[in-house]
């Protein structure tokens, strides 16, 4: 990635006043040596080779996707993080408004930290839903500025909205007033048409006075009208450099940067530049990236050190929603990637997809009994990865007190199995 391109705020060109002005002001804050907010003092400073991430902070986070980061896998992911900040799917206003909210909203206590993604084009739905979703009790709003498909265009909702600051400050200012939770943004770098840096730094201005506690920015303009929302994730490079520019035009404002990040090096790599740093598709495909990040950049245990832990922690979980009345398909699809690019892993696919037994713990305990035993055993974290730990935050594979406590994820039996799954609507497909 171009993560060791260095973009400081010698970078010149945006022509925009206001930017000129906020650069000026950054050369006072050594925008230069950057870092995760979590670990400044006063100052931006870059993080120490052996400092760790204060328990407190979530610098990383799994993106929105539909049909993808439902409650069942937020529960999934729990089993090997606990320190990642995770969001819900887009939720639409409408779904909360006249839907089954209990459905939309309902979520177990283990996943926080996790925020509500919220898709919304009125004012007064944004307010009204934001409203509803207070007894709730997530840990963040979040309004979609950046989904680019057709179906949610023609609601005005998602990437179109970056055409209209001023309308995406009302919808932030209205969200505010109905939760005490910070209110957050998830933006593109542009759209087709306003797709120049000086236009992003317009949108940043103006949405900013609304008091939106962080950006979130996809590293990439969405090309509406001309590309499906998956091309709109592959096709429009990435310009990771506009990000971490704005972050240096903006100091005080929190910056996430998400799109394209695979690998701890790389969260390692954007930290030193923006606040914090989202990560997609490669944490759902590939869930072992989540423990990766446990180790490797909060130099803690996974609450789950194999697969093996991972599906007997899961048993009782899709017991329990069978129980409830739902088939086992709708939470175990979510586990395809464990066993990505491990023998057994074609196994694994072919058990947990196609057409699926209601029950889901005879399934897995098949697959216990098919898998290698290697695979089920290995650590999801690789020895390497444990050295490499080591050399990085120089903890000497030292867990913290809180980390060595056997720490399970709730039992779906002791959680209140509120609501059913299901995606929210299909924009993103
Ligand atoms: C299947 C799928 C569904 C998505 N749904 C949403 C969504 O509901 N809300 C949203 O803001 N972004 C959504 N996205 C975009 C992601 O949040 C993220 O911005 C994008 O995948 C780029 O990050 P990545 O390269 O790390 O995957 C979705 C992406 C995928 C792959």
Not at 328 to 349: D, E, M, Q, S
Not at 418 to 426: E, F, L, M, P, R
């Amino acid at each position: 990635m171009s993560g060791s391109i260095r973009y400081g705020c010698a970078v010149t060109g945006t022509g925009s006043d206001m930017c000129a002005e906020s650069r000026i002001n950054t050369r006072e804050t050594s925008c230069d040596s950057g870092g995760s907010s979590a670990l400044r003092s006063g100052g931006w400073r870059r993080r120490g080779p052996g400092e760790s991430i204060p328990h407190s902070e979530h610098p990383v986070s799994i993106a929105p996707m539909m049909d993808r980061t439902d409650r069942h896998y937020r529960w999934f992911a729990r089993l090997m993080t606990r320190r990642v900040m995770l969001y819900t799917e887009m939720v639409a206003t409408g779904a909360i408004l006249y839907g089954d909210r209990e459905r939309h909203l309902g979520f177990d206590p283990i996943e926080h930290p996790v925020a509500l993604q919220l898709g919304g084009a009125e004012v007064s739905e944004v307010a009204e839903a934001t409203r509803l979703a207070e007894p709730y009790a997530y840990d963040e709003i979040n309004l979609n500025i950046g989904c680019p498909s057709d179906r949610v265009q023609e609601r005005g909702i998602g990437a179109c909205l970056m055409r209209d600051p001023e309308h995406v400050a009302r919808l932030v200012e209205a969200a505010r007033r109905n939760t005490s939770k910070p209110v957050t943004v998830k933006c593109r770098i542009g759209v087709n048409g306003k797709e120049s840096y000086d236009d992003l730094v317009r949108f940043v201005q103006l949405v900013r006075k609304a008091g939106p506690a962080r950006f979130t920015v996809h590293a990439r303009i969405a090309v509406l009208g001309g590309l499906n929302p998956k091309e709109n994730r592959d096709v429009p490079p990435l310009r990771y450099e506009d990000v971490y520019r704005l972050k240096c035009d903006f100091p005080e404002v929190d910056i996430e940067i998400n799109g394209g990040v695979t690998s701890v090096h790389q969260v390692r790599e954007h930290l030193q530049h923006v606040d914090r740093v989202m990560i997609g598709r490669a944490a759902y495909d590939r869930p072992a990236l989540c423990a990766e990040l446990e180790v490797d950049l909060f130099g803690e245990e996974p609450p789950c050190a194999t697969r093996r832990e991972v599906i007997e922690e899961l048993m009782p979980y899709v017991e329990a929603w069978n129980q409830a009345g739902h088939p086992a398909n709708r939470i175990v699809r979510h586990t395809l990637g464990l066993v990505a690019g491990r023998p057994g892993a074609r196994a694994w696919r072919r058990l947990m997809s196609g057409r699926l037994p209601y029950q889901g713990r005879p399934l897995l305990e098949r697959a216990l009994r098919e898998l290698p035993r290697d695979t089920l055993d290995e650590p999801l974290v690789s020895g390497a990865s444990l050295r490499e730990r080591e050399m990085v935050t120089g903890s000497s594979g030292q867990a913290s007190e809180e980390s060595r406590r056997p720490c399970r994820p709730r039992r779906a039996g002791d959680s209140l199995l509120a609501g059913i799954d299901g995606s929210h609507d299909t924009a993103y497909q």
